[in-house]
């Protein structure tokens, strides 16, 4: 009678799930896939980061010149009629000229405050100026096969093959780690440049 043979141990097979934290492949190699950091928003929520300080600066500039030339032509026109300033603003009729400027330079503040980037639930819009008109590009999440992060800065790659930089906002890194939230949440892609080791 034939003795039955142990079964041999197959290594690796039958292990532990407790055999502790081992680093995930996607760490190592600058993909990050938490999935506790996951985040789905609210159908209302609407996250608007706008332009940096420095591109609002030039206008920011010409609105305070204008201020001052406003300023100036108020008072020419509540001063003395002999005062040299109601001579060269009020006398050589350089009123309208200065209403031009004052509304110019509002126009372009606020012209300037429309570019940025806006977050929801279904996608990202981006907004910029192009030849001096605002331009709206929209992204939905199904649109979007990975998306590339650094301290502040995002690219997403498309599932055309495409690649669409975002805007400069002047807040990059909240906006960064909102992106990351969502897009682990929606099942997307996420590669981390600035942790990548």
Avoid at 52 to 62: A, C, G
Avoid at 134 to 154: C, G, S, Y
């Amino acid at each position: 009678m034939a003795q039955s043979q142990p079964d041999p141990d197959l290594p690796g097979m039958i292990d532990s799930a407790d055999d502790g934290d081992r680093p995930s492949i996607t760490e190592v190699n600058g993909t990050v896939a938490h999935f506790e950091m996951a985040y789905n928003p609210n159908p209302s929520d609407r996250f608007v980061f706008g332009p940096p300080l420095w591109q609002r600066l030039p206008s920011l500039l010409f609105l305070g010149f204008a201020a001052v030339v406003g300023g100036a032509t108020l008072l020419a026109h509540t001063g003395s009629s002999n005062a040299s300033l109601y001579q060269f603003i009020v006398a050589e009729n350089r009123t309208p000229l200065v209403f031009v400027i004052v509304f110019a330079a509002v126009a372009t503040f606020i012209r300037s405050g429309l570019r940025g980037v806006v977050v929801t639930r279904e996608g990202v819009e981006t907004r910029t100026l192009s030849m001096g008109f605002p331009r709206v590009r929209k992204f939905r999440w199904a649109q979007i096969d990975r998306v590339v992060l650094d301290k502040d800065e995002v690219l997403f790659e498309l599932w055309n093959g495409t690649y669409e930089r975002l805007p400069k906002v002047s807040d990059g890194e909240k906006m960064v780690d909102l992106l990351e939230r969502i897009a682990v949440g929606r099942g997307r892609q996420v590669t981390r440049l600035d942790r990548k080791r």
